[in-house]
């Protein structure tokens, strides 16, 4: 089944405490995406990949780091988690824009 | 900077009613449009798109949407609603010429379909 898999999909941290949110998608997707989605914000992009080494940031990307070493994977690392960071993160996946992205099914986050 | 409103934050109606949410986008240039819908607990599932062409787009689950680049609108419509259509619905808007693949999404709009 072609899917955006999150984990893990709720997590609760202590402030400062590094943390990674892992998400891998299996349908070769070139775009990948983080987003967190806060009430009444609507999803506001943290971080985002063309390709393999090529990321980039998005709008919200203070306190948040990411990789992509492999196409399938784009992990997103808090190294110092602060109450603010208390969110629903989703990460999402796509061919091209066109396609519009496939979402995971997020990961809720508290850091307290 | 692109921006997207949904001009209605919560929408109640009953069942079997038509429906009307409402998205404003900001860009007059080409633009790529898009309908997600959010069921609690769950990630967001691709309603309906418009890329080009014909400005009357039809999606999953009887919905449909309407471009108009005069007005830079793009409603979402559905003649009856369901009880199983109870859920939030975002409007997102990219430039095709985007090199980062980013959606820029709207609040959201929750709609409560009651019996």
């Known amino acids: 089944e072609a899917q955006v898999t999150q984990n893990p999909r709720y997590l609760i941290t202590v402030t400062g405490k590094k943390l990674t949110v892992t998400c891998s998608q299996n349908?070769?997707?070139?775009?990948m995406s983080w987003y967190r989605q806060d009430p009444g914000l609507g999803l506001r992009q943290i971080y985002y990949?063309?390709?393999?080494?090529?990321?980039d940031k998005g709008d919200v990307p203070e306190g948040y780091k990411v990789s992509r070493k492999e196409k399938r994977n784009f992990p997103l690392i808090l190294e110092s988690p602060s109450p603010n960071q208390t969110s629903l993160y989703f990460c999402?996946?796509?061919?091209?824009?066109?396609?519009?992205?496939?979402f995971g099914s997020g990961t809720r986050l508290t850091v307290v | 900077a692109q921006s997207v409103t949904q001009l209605d934050s919560q929408v109640p109606v009953f069942e079997e009613a038509p429906v009307e949410l409402r998205c404003n986008y900001s860009?007059?240039?080409?633009?790529?449009l898009f309908w997600y819908v959010q069921y609690p607990n769950q990630g967001l599932q691709l309603l309906l798109k418009?890329?080009?062409?014909?400005?009357l787009v039809k999606g999953i689950n009887g919905f449909e949407a309407e471009f108009n680049k005069s007005q830079t609108s793009f409603h979402l419509r559905k003649p009856s609603v369901h009880i199983s259509d109870t859920a939030e619905y975002f409007c997102?808007?990219?430039?095709?010429?985007?090199?980062?693949?980013?959606?820029?999404f709207g609040q959201g709009t929750e709609l409560s379909v009651k019996p």
């Open positions: 990949s063309m390709n393999v080494e090529v990321t």
């Open positions: 860009s007059s240039v080409s633009v790529y």
């Open positions: 349908m070769n997707h070139e775009y």
């Open positions: 997102a808007v990219s430039d095709p010429g985007n090199q980062g693949g980013k959606l820029i």
């Open positions: 999402a996946s796509s061919f091209s824009l066109g396609y519009g992205y496939t």
């Open positions: 418009y890329l080009s062409g014909s400005t």
